[in-house]
């Protein structure tokens, strides 16, 4: 099947960069929200980040002009589902919400249309569990953001088949990424290691370690481009404390979120997309 159409299910970070990178590849793109508010600022961000690769002399006028053209924004969830021949989920990281939506998406797409999630630990099997299309259900975690970061995790459900993946790998490198392969449990890889790593983090801090003095000491010392705390602010903490949280409930006691985290979130310092977590933004 050839992929022409996408619907995109979330008008935030990540919703707004994948329609953003689709968009440019050439595929047409309807972003969907339940909140006008979010699709004006998802239109605002993706225009600005256009905007910098225009003046960076890595993509024309024109063609930022013709990617904006080829996004419809719309509060309407058929609108995104009717032409698509694949849709990518980007709702809250609720694992209810997300069946939700599958058991709507059924309703609403074509029946050979691929039915993505861009969840980045909830098991692809459980997300497809409430549809009868469990061979058109796949995970496609992008990561953020969405238009500077080259990989994009792909999980395979217990039903999903070789020509949903097929088509789904030759998506991804249309737009210019590297997909990588993950197994279908918890955390898959990306967010089983990270999660983790930003939750030890927190453990640090409370025993009296300072963040900038955490993320100074695995960026010089273990290599790693940005520290745990830096990172943790990136994702959103919430996003963190629920990765953690599914984690805990299919492996055990060993991925319980710190309960200084679950203070954090519930104090709402989420990081960047609340103006503070571990810094000030």
Do not use: W
Request: glycine share 8%.
């Amino acid at each position: 099947m050839e992929v022409k159409n996408i619907g995109v299910i979330g008008a935030g970070a990540m919703g707004s960069g994948i329609a953003q990178v689709s968009a440019v590849a050439g595929y047409d793109v309807v972003l969907q929200d339940i909140y006008s508010t979010a699709l004006d600022k998802a239109k605002s961000t993706i225009e600005k980040s256009l905007g910098k690769l225009v003046s960076k002399g890595k993509l024309s006028e024109a063609d930022m002009k013709a990617a904006m053209e080829r996004i419809t924004f719309t509060t309407v969830l058929e609108e995104a589902c009717r032409d698509a021949e694949l849709i990518i989920e980007c709702v809250f990281e609720n694992l209810e919400l997300k069946q939700k939506m599958f058991q709507e998406f059924e309703k609403l797409c074509k029946p050979e249309a691929i039915l993505g999630t861009n969840t980045s630990a909830l098991p692809i099997t459980e997300i497809a569990s409430v549809t009868k299309r469990g061979d058109k259900v796949i995970g496609i975690h992008f990561m953020n953001p969405v238009p500077l970061m080259k990989g994009v995790e792909i999980i395979r459900g217990q039903l999903t088949s070789d020509e949903t993946m097929e088509t789904t790998l030759e998506y991804i490198k249309k737009i210019g990424k590297e997909p990588a392969i993950a197994v279908d449990y918890a955390g898959f890889i990306v967010s089983r290691l990270l999660d983790v790593l930003m939750n030890e983090a927190v453990k640090l801090m409370e025993e009296g370690n300072k963040p900038e003095e955490i993320d100074k000491a695995m960026q010089l010392c273990a290599g790693h481009p940005m520290g745990p705390c830096k990172l943790l602010d990136l994702v959103g903490a919430e996003i963190a404390m629920h990765g953690m949280e599914t984690m805990e409930r299919d492996f055990g006691p060993k991925y319980k979120p710190h309960p200084l985290l679950k203070k954090r979130v519930l104090a709402g310092l989420l990081g960047v997309k609340t103006g503070k977590g571990f810094y000030e933004y």
